[in-house]
């Protein structure tokens, strides 16, 4: 599977799709993995309103290949 992402949200937004359970618990999601797709969770930790932290423990059935874009910031010198 390839797919391209262009902000954390997307990352999150895939393995939600891919999972069949996910539990919240305060600043923290797991998600674990539809058996479809293989077997494992991946732990979201929320530590700010721009910043979260994902540990994954997945064996996946196929490759995933992801791809990353860096959104453009803007910083006081132009954008970035």
Same mark, same amino acid.
């Given at each position: 599977?390839?797919?391209? $992402?262009?902000?954390?949200?997307?990352?999150? #937004?895939?393995?939600?799709?891919?999972?069949?359970? $996910?539990?919240?618990?305060? #600043?923290? #999601?797991?998600?674990?993995?539809?058996?479809?797709?293989?077997?494992?969770?991946?732990?979201?930790? #929320?530590?700010?309103?721009?910043?979260? $932290?994902?540990?994954?423990?997945?064996?996946?059935?196929?490759?995933?290949? $992801?791809?990353?874009?860096?959104?453009?910031?803007?910083?006081?010198?132009?954008?970035?």
């Amino acid at each position: 599977m390839r797919t391209s $992402i262009v902000s954390r949200y997307g990352f999150q #937004n895939l393995f939600r799709d891919l999972s069949d359970t $996910i539990d919240s618990n305060g #600043n923290e #999601n797991r998600l674990t993995l539809s058996p479809q797709y293989g077997k494992g969770s991946v732990r979201f930790i #929320n530590i700010s309103d721009h910043v979260s $932290i994902a540990v994954t423990d997945l064996r996946l059935h196929d490759g995933l290949e $992801i791809s990353y874009e860096m959104p453009a910031t803007t910083s006081r010198l132009g954008v970035v």
